[in-house]
C-alpha cells in the first residue's frame, strides 16, 4: 500500500480520545480495581470493550476467586500477568506463572487460587456460542 499523502491523510478524520478510549482501551489498573471482588468483564456482548467475537474475556485478580471448585461448560484458557496461580484438579495440580497458557477442556472441574503474597492477576479467555465474525459495534 503506498504511503498517503498530507492532502489525503486530512481527509481522514481523527478520532478524539474520548471516542476511542471508553470502547476500545482496558487500562490494567482499571481491569485490577474493577475485579476486586468478582472477575471484570473485558471483551464481550456486556463487557468494558464490547464486542462478538467468539469467545469472552475476564480479568482475575486475587479477590476474584472463592476456593470452590468450579466447572465451565466452554474451553477456558488461562494466561496469568503479575504472580503465581495454583490450578488443581481432581487428581493433580500444577503452578502457572506470567506468560504461561493454560487450556482446560470444556467442563473441566478446577480451583484456582494465587500461590504467593502480593499482586495477582491473570486473563481467563472462555469459549462461547456466539460465531466469530467481524467486530461487533452495538451494544
Same mark, same amino acid.
Given at each position: 500500500m503506498p504511503v498517503l499523502s498530507d492532502a489525503e491523510l486530512a481527509k481522514i478524520p481523527?478520532? *478524539? *480520545?474520548?471516542?476511542?478510549i471508553p470502547r476500545h482501551v482496558a487500562r490494567y489498573l482499571d481491569l485490577m480495581g474493577l475485579a476486586g471482588k468478582s472477575p471484570a468483564k473485558v471483551i464481550g456482548c456486556d463487557a468494558i470493550l464490547p464486542d462478538k467475537p467468539g469467545f469472552d474475556v475476564e480479568f482475575i485478580t486475587r479477590g476474584s476467586l472463592t476456593n470452590a471448585s468450579i466447572s465451565i461448560d466452554h474451553s477456558v484458557v488461562l494466561m496469568p500477568m503479575r504472580g503465581h496461580w495454583k490450578l488443581s484438579w481432581d487428581g493433580g &495440580? &500444577? !503452578?502457572?506463572?506470567?506468560?504461561? !497458557?493454560?487450556?482446560?477442556?470444556?467442563? #473441566? *472441574? #478446577? !480451583?484456582?487460587?494465587?500461590?504467593?503474597t502480593g499482586e495477582a492477576s491473570l486473563y481467563r479467555v472462555i469459549s462461547n456460542d456466539d460465531a466469530a465474525g467481524p467486530t461487533w459495534t452495538g451494544r
Amino acid at each position: 500500500m503506498p504511503v498517503l499523502s498530507d492532502a489525503e491523510l486530512a481527509k481522514i478524520p481523527e478520532p *478524539a *480520545a474520548l471516542d476511542v478510549i471508553p470502547r476500545h482501551v482496558a487500562r490494567y489498573l482499571d481491569l485490577m480495581g474493577l475485579a476486586g471482588k468478582s472477575p471484570a468483564k473485558v471483551i464481550g456482548c456486556d463487557a468494558i470493550l464490547p464486542d462478538k467475537p467468539g469467545f469472552d474475556v475476564e480479568f482475575i485478580t486475587r479477590g476474584s476467586l472463592t476456593n470452590a471448585s468450579i466447572s465451565i461448560d466452554h474451553s477456558v484458557v488461562l494466561m496469568p500477568m503479575r504472580g503465581h496461580w495454583k490450578l488443581s484438579w481432581d487428581g493433580g &495440580s &500444577s !503452578t502457572l506463572n506470567p506468560g504461561d !497458557t493454560c487450556l482446560l477442556p470444556a467442563g #473441566h *472441574a #478446577h !480451583t484456582l487460587q494465587p500461590s504467593m503474597t502480593g499482586e495477582a492477576s491473570l486473563y481467563r479467555v472462555i469459549s462461547n456460542d456466539d460465531a466469530a465474525g467481524p467486530t461487533w459495534t452495538g451494544r
